[in-house]
């Protein structure tokens, strides 16, 4: 079985949680895209992780983690996850990092914040760890793959020409920054090489062999559909396709393979950085949803926007992922509200639009139109099963799933691993799909 876990909105859905519960029945687990841009959390008897890079899955020894091709990877900070989880007593035998993977070198996060700081007012808020930067070299053909590591004359050579020939003048000419040292770089990647040589590999046999096998392969999706490179509120993107077509291209899982793609989605929205928003909440539910969602940045600490569940955002996730299962987590965060709205079209030039419109401007000025509903005023944080919830919270749910179009099999209502209600399990979803 081959299920892909998309977010479905701005990202923060909770994927993390998803990933994790699903992780206890896979085989191998598998990161796509995305860089350490992202951040999971999971909450185990461990204590509580924090993930950017390593797949979730990797606290579960028996299953294997793969970095897949499409992630850009920092050495550093893969380096810096493998030593906290060591500093814990665990030890990463199962991850691998495919050789096709690109690298976030040290000098992509500087030309992040150099980039951001030229768009003055128009900058997008990206999280300056270098992704959008590491993404544009792999495209312009002078990024570094893992598999690069291990060819000294290679990387010295590489490294020469991008450094020397076309970093260094930008940097001097367009920026009058300092010069890299491509000496130094060369020296401090091929330390990297040297921690990371035992989990580089190629994963092609390894995902095909998995697949021949019929073996339970989930495709960890981070980021989400409205920041994905072509069907977000482009430019205020990240610099990968974080939805269901870009887990395949970002693995080498065929998309023919795929049997279900769980889309996750958070019980209202937030978005983190600039570009439209709009069911943005400002005032008091705004700061109150905030604030129990606990609700800044995993990765930059920052505070998220926040807002009413958009459902034309969400159908549109379902649709450009062909979603066919939903997990609606953080429905808890909502126990104290007594009106709930939910944005069930937009009205723009007189126009109804039921996803949202290409053009972003259009989507910065229309005006959202919501469907409000009575909250459940109750704590829903040991309901386990669908009966356990409120009245009103079922309705909420159902309401969602009608907007949507798809089913809610998995509720968050806490951030613990066995915090979930669960109305269908996604794994017997995908094998009667
Ligand atoms: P970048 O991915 O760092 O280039 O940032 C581009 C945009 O995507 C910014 O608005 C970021 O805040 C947003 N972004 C990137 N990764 C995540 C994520 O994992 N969760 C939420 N927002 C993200």
């Avoid at 978005?271 to 943005?280: A, D, I, K, L, S």
Wanted: glycine fraction near 10%; proline fraction near 6%; charge should be negative.
């Amino acid at each position: 079985m081959v299920i892909i876990i998309v977010g479905g909105q701005w990202g923060d859905e909770g994927k993390g949680k998803v990933i994790d519960y699903l992780s206890e029945q896979a085989h191998l687990v598998i990161r796509p895209q995305g860089g350490n841009n992202a951040g999971h959390t999971v909450i185990t008897e461990h204590g509580e992780f924090k993930f950017q890079l390593l797949p979730s899955g990797i606290l579960y020894p028996q299953v294997t983690c793969v970095i897949g091709n499409g992630v850009v990877v920092d050495p550093r900070v893969v380096l810096k996850e493998i030593e906290q989880l060591r500093e814990r007593g665990l030890e990463p035998h199962n991850l691998v990092i495919s050789e096709r993977a690109h690298m976030v070198m040290s000098y992509h996060p500087i030309f992040d914040r150099l980039e951001e700081g030229v768009r003055g007012d128009d900058r997008l808020g990206t999280t300056w760890r270098g992704v959008g930067p590491a993404y544009g070299d792999k495209v312009r053909r002078i990024g570094f793959r893992i598999g690069d590591l291990q060819k000294e004359v290679f990387m010295r050579k590489k490294i020469d020409f991008v450094v020397g020939q076309v970093k260094n003048p930008i940097l001097d000419k367009l920026y009058g920054e300092p010069q890299l040292d491509t000496e130094a770089i060369l020296q401090e990647y091929l330390g990297y090489a040297r921690e990371l040589d035992p989990y580089i590999k190629d994963t092609f046999p390894l995902i095909q062999s998995a697949l021949d096998r019929s073996d339970n392969v989930l495709l960890e999706g981070a980021q989400a559909t409205m920041l994905d490179l072509d069907f977000g509120t482009y430019p205020y993107v990240t610099g990968s396709n974080p939805t269901a077509g870009g887990a395949c291209t970002g693995s080498g899982i065929p998309p023919t393979r795929v049997d279900l793609t769980l889309g996750c989605l958070k019980a209202y929205t937030t978005r983190v950085g600039y570009g439209p928003f709009p069911t943005e909440l400002e005032g008091a539910i705004g700061d109150q949803i905030r604030e129990r969602g606990h609700e800044f940045g995993t990765v930059t600490g920052r505070a998220r926007r926040v807002g009413w569940f958009d459902a034309c955002v969400a159908r549109y996730a379902v649709r450009v992922n062909g979603a066919a299962s939903i997990a609606l987590l953080k429905l808890d965060i909502l126990d104290e509200l007594d009106r709930i709205k939910v944005c069930s079209s937009y009205e723009f030039r007189g126009e109804t639009h039921r996803h949202p419109m290409a053009n972003i401007s259009h989507l910065k000025h229309c005006e959202p139109q919501y469907v409000e509903v009575p909250g459940w005023e109750a704590d829903i944080g040991s309901a386990r099963r669908w009966e356990d919830l409120p009245r009103a919270c079922r309705d909420y749910i159902e309401l969602i799933e009608s907007e949507v179009g798809a089913p809610v099999d998995l509720i968050g209502v806490g951030p613990r691993r066995d915090q979930f209600v669960e109305r269908r399990n996604p794994w017997t979803r995908a094998k009667a799909a």
